[in-house]
DNA sequence: CGCATCCATCGTATTATCACGATGAATATA
DNA sequence: TATATTCATCGTGATAATACGATGGATGCG
């Protein structure tokens, strides 16, 4: 359980979290209206309801969702705290990234 | 096949090839010891070769690591053009997220 | 109350991921 | 040529992810 640091495996869930193209859709949406968008995702996917219900589940509990119930429907909207922390990991990961190899020798 | 666009697509795949704490880990070597290590990323994980391999072979198709021959050992790397990508499309991801339900109402 | 709407969850089938030992290809060295 | 080293690939088992229809709970409306 705890062969990988703490913010290795944070960054892994990140990540894991946007490893797939509808939950890439579902952010890409939430962010354009910026308003909250509720079962509207359900028509933009191609996708059944319960899947996108899934994808929305799985970007919630990755901390990169939020979801308020609305009446009789739910609105789901970026949770900017998760977003802050997947930038600040991801981004450490790639600011460091430099070639060797290739040019070096 | 193409339910999704390109971009959406290629995001999720970076992000899913950074999706395991070991791939995370392999990329954090080698960008620390800047110099290309080789097999010596099996000495620093808690998996026997063949996973690491493995995890290789997934970071090299997501085009975010380099393999050269060197003899008769292999030098990894970060690939440079790879990384600007995924830097790219998970940063506009980050960029856009705005909280709106729990602050705005 | 009765009924529709919206959404989460359950159950399930299919597919993908992960990890390992075993084997093989390529190179270096004796 | 023989042997060792390094790494990739194969085969396999276990676990997780994906997608869907079906079901159920909650809310709103007539």
Redesign the pocket.
């Known amino acids: 359980m705890d ?1 990988y640091s703490s913010d290795q495996e944070r960054t ?1 869930a990140f990540a ?1 979290a946007l ?5 890439i859709a579902i952010v890409e949406h939430l962010a354009q209206t910026r308003a909250c968008v ?5 028509d933009v ?14 970007l ?1 509990s990755a901390g990169l969702v939020k ?1 308020e ?8 909207c970026l949770d900017e705290r998760g977003w802050q922390d997947a930038q600040r990991l991801l981004g450490r990961l790639a600011s460091t990234a430099v070639e060797c190899c290739g040019s070096a020798r």
Request: charged share 15%; aromatic share 2%; glycine share 10%.
């Open positions: 062969n892994a894991r490893g797939h193209p509808a939950r509720c079962g509207d995702i359900v996917l191609p996708l059944a309801q319960a899947s996108v219900s899934q994808h929305l589940k799985t919630k979801g119930v609305e009446g009789t429907s739910v609105c789901y």
